[in-house]
């Protein structure tokens, strides 16, 4: 491709070190062979007749292939046998001098070129000529002379030969000059055949000149045919050489390289000193201009095309040709003349009805040759397929940049990064660490449903621009999820890493418009690094997973990864199938803890809690487990378990004269099925308990992130008579305005601030306010979490109405709760019924 080391081309006046010495000894040799034969002047009808047979050797150039191997006849060795043997030396030398000089001139070659040229040809005369002089003189048309003259003209073809050689080493450099060298050869196997012609011709002359007639016909008759023979296998190797450019096009040209294996090929199947490849730049594409040299090792980004031949074709749409053979483009001649080119065609690159590029040939190699109108036809027919491989190459291109690519943001999707990593972890440098920062962007839920799709696609379009703006010229920024995006790059160290997870997050907090809205969104980070988190890519990037979702409960929003993080995961994992197989069995047993009113000390409740003895990893945590449920669909089952077991009980108190409410855990989900409220009535009335004998507690934080989805449902529970009670009250982020809309009839006060108010003026503080406002929304306040004496004096002093924890009992199963009923409570007669109070508290 461009930019690529290529031979460095010489100036060309380097080949006046071999023309000088050629003109000059071929000088000399006129010189003293003019002195030898004074009279040579009196030959001159012999002169002309010599002189033409030259011209027309020059200009009857035929190009012969056979098995690949081009061979170049030039008839020049001919009358050079017959002019040594019938002329003197100085006319012999006069004659291929002036003969050359004509036949270039008309050519109109380049002034260098021609120099060389006919010091060649005067060289190599002089050379034979000095070569017959030496050798024995023969007389006749004998033997002897056939070896004398093919002694002379083989020397001279070998001056031909290495001068062009030297010539070549000259201008451009040794290397070429081998190539030259090794490809002259063929001239030792035309000129062997020329004698063999020259020499019959002579036999035949010397016996009578009326021989010139048929000898004449005869070399027509033969340069006819080779000509045909020529035309024929230019044909044939012409067809054999496009259909094999069309396969390497259509199996090699997809993975970049369709400029490598199209112009070198061109150029030299046009036989052109130039091929160049131009295409525009487009969409994701850079322009693309590409040029194959005759001398050249690789492809050069110039382009000898002149431009407004360029212009031409594509403003046409169709090939434009210009040379000495093509009339109608004669308007464009001078172009060429000014950019010192001789002749070049140009085709636009097609596609359907789009012009996607060009194909140019630039001077047809051979100076006495030009394009001709074939020559167009194969370039047009190259051109077309190369159109075609082109489009190809673009869409395999298109579709490889899509399979690692997102399509939202053009950023690498996770293929890409794990790619990316692969490669990373593979190089250890010292002091440094291989850091994967993964962020999770908050409430793109949100706006998808506020604002559509189309606004959350806008709003991580906006997201992935920012952070690859911030990121560095060093990291690879990258979208592996719907709301995740990941950072890699090298690092210090771990505690550098979480400073630029840090900087890049409080960076992407800035306020981002979305539509008509302006959004701060917020986004939590997790860390992981190479290698003290692992050497496998896919375990990199789930630990930083595993670290964003544990930076969410985080106040400054970042967290490294460490291992109890992914044991945790994996264990819930793990736990997913015992759990259903639990609920099949009846494995998990309910638990009661009381609620006990505070300002009488009365027994009036229990909360019903789900506890799961595992047989191999022990007591599993009940954040554990419901989690689990939540994330399997097994959560229905779970609420519906943990109800069944307390309804059951909540009728047998009553039956035994210990009538106690129950009080059952709803996760947000419960509430977001429509038919949760029909399931309760039917427990209700199949267990026979009061609809106001049971209240269900919904986790503040979970439920208003659904409120206004869940309020439905909320309302029909409302309806059927149950109670509705907010848990861990305080620990939500909302406003305490939606205990307005909620059908809510307690507050349940977190326990954090219930068993630090008695040591934390700030959690006594938060408590009251919770109590106060809480009694002018006419709702109930149970406080959870009472420890101790003081505890629950301060509570009574504040006006809470019901308290719950260790100081009155810990959750305990059926059978233990029956019997710290009957041990730690009394029954008392109230005007509402009996009721148990608590005998003794401490």
């Known amino acids: 491709m461009a930019g690529r080391p290529h031979p460095r081309r010489r100036s060309a006046q380097f080949a006046w070190l071999v023309t000088a010495p050629l003109a000059l000894f071929a000088l000399v040799c006129l010189v003293v062979y003019w002195y030898q034969y004074p009279t040579w002047w009196r030959e001159w009808p012999g002169v002309l007749l010599v ?81 017959v002089s030496s050798l024995p003189k023969a007389v006749g048309a004998g033997p002897a002379t056939w070896g004398v003259l093919a ?43 020329n004698i063999v012609m020259g020499l019959v011709c002579l036999v035949a002359l010397d016996a009578t000149w009326w021989a010139a007639v048929p000898l004449g016909l005869l070399l027509l008759a033969l340069a006819f045919v080779l000509r045909s023979f020529s035309e024929f296998y230019r044909q044939h190797r012409t067809l054999t050489e496009v259909y094999e450019l069309t396969q390497a096009m259509r199996e090699q040209g997809n993975d970049g390289s369709l400029p490598d294996i199209l112009l070198s090929r061109v150029r030299t199947l046009m036989r052109a000193e130039y091929a160049t490849l131009w295409l525009p730049a487009l969409g994701r594409h850079p322009e693309v201009l590409l040029t194959a040299r005759v001398d050249g090792k690789g492809l050069l980004d110039i382009a000898p095309t002149p431009t407004v031949v360029r212009e031409e074709a594509l403003k046409e749409g169709g090939t434009v040709a210009v040379g000495a053979r093509f009339s109608d483009t004669v308007h464009l001649r001078p172009f060429l003349r000014d950019s010192g080119v001789k002749d070049v065609i140009a085709v636009p690159l097609r596609s359907g009805q789009t012009t996607v590029g060009s194909l140019e040939v630039v001077n047809r190699l051979n100076d006495a040759v030009t394009f001709r109108d074939a020559d167009v036809q194969v370039l047009e027919t190259i051109a077309a397929h190369a159109a075609v491989a082109v ?42 660490v291989v850091a994967v920062i993964l962020f999770d962007v908050d409430g793109l839920r949100d706006v998808n449903e506020s604002m559509g799709h189309a606004a959350g696609d806008k709003l991580l379009a906006e997201v992935a621009e920012r952070l690859r703006g911030i990121a560095g010229p060093g990291a690879l920024v990258g979208r592996i999820g719907g709301d995740e995006f990941v950072v890699t790059l090298r690092v210090e160290s771990a505690e550098e890493t979480v400073r630029l997870a840090t900087e890049m997050r409080e960076q992407l907090r800035g306020p981002m418009i979305v539509g008509s809205l302006t959004l701060d969104v917020d986004t939590a980070a997790g860390v992981s690094l190479h290698p003290d988190h692992g050497d496998d890519p896919d375990a990199l990037l789930r630990r930083a997973e595993l670290a964003a979702n544990a930076a969410k409960a985080l106040p400054y929003g970042v967290q490294m990864f460490h291992p109890a993080l992914e044991s945790r995961a994996a264990r819930r994992l793990g736990l997913a199938a015992d759990l259903r197989r639990a609920l099949d069995a009846g494995e998990l047993e309910v638990h009661f803890q009381p609620k006990v009113s505070i300002k009488d000390r009365h027994l ?102 659904e409120i206004e989805r869940a309020l439905p449902t909320l309302y029909r529970l409302r309806d059927l008579g149950v109670r509705l009670s907010v848990d861990d009250f305080g620990t939500g982020a909302s406003s305490l305005s939606y205990l307005r809309q909620l ?96 005998r003794a508290v401490g």
């Open 391 to 432: 489009e190809n190459s673009r869409l395999v291109e298109r579709l490889r940049f899509d399979a690692y690519h997102d399509r939202l943001t053009s950023l690498p999707n996770r293929r890409r990064i794990t790619d990316a990593l692969a490669e990373s972890v593979k190089v250890r440098a010292p002091g440094e």
């Open 51 to 131: 002189l033409v047979a030259f011209v027309a050797a020059h200009v009857s150039v035929l190009s012969v292939v056979i098995r690949r191997q081009a061979f170049v006849v030039v008839l020049n060795e001919i009358p050079l046998i017959l002019a040594i043997y019938f002329l003197s030396p100085p006319a012999v030398i006069l004659a291929q001098t002036v003969a050359s000089l004509v036949t270039h001139l008309w050519s109109r070659m380049d002034t260098t070129k021609t120099a060389y040229n006919v010091a060649k040809s005067a060289a190599r005369t002089a050379t034979a000529l000095v070569v």
């Open 604 to 705: 009036i409740g229990v909360e019903c809690l789900a506890r799961w003895q595992h047989p191999a990893h022990g007591e599993v945590s009940p954040d554990d487990f419901v989690a689990v449920a939540e994330h399997t669909g097994q959560l229905h089952r779970l609420t519906q378990v943990v109800l069944t077991a307390g309804l059951r009980h909540c009728r047998e108190w009553a039956e035994a004269g210990r009538p106690l409410s129950i009080a059952v855990n709803l996760s947000a989900r419960t509430l977001l099925d429509p038919r949760f409220p029909d399931q309760v009535h039917e427990l209700l009335k199949q267990y026979g308990v009061a609809a106001g004998q049971v209240t269900f507690e919904i986790s503040e934080p979970g439920m208003l992130g």
């Open 151 to 193: 002694a002379g003209v083989v020397a001279a073809a070998l001056v031909s030969w290495l001068s062009y050689a030297c010539v070549i080493t000259a201008v451009q450099d040794r290397r070429a000059g081998q190539d030259a060298l090794r490809a002259g050869s063929q001239t030792l196997v035309t000129a062997a055949i």
């Open 743 to 838: 059908p809510v009839h307690e507050v349940k006060i977190d326990d954090s601030f219930v068993q630090g108010m008695a040591t934390d003026s700030g959690d006594l503080a938060i408590v009251r306010a919770v109590i106060g406002l809480s009694r002018e929304f006419g709702l109930t306040v149970v406080a959870e979490g009472v420890e101790s004496e003081l505890t629950l004096d301060l509570l009574a002093e504040l006006g809470c109405e019901i308290g719950q924890g260790y100081f009155f009992s810990r959750p305990l199963p059926v059978e233990r709760l029956n019997t710290w009923m009957s041990a730690q409570t009394e029954p008392q007669e109230t005007p509402t019924g009996e009721v148990r109070r608590l």
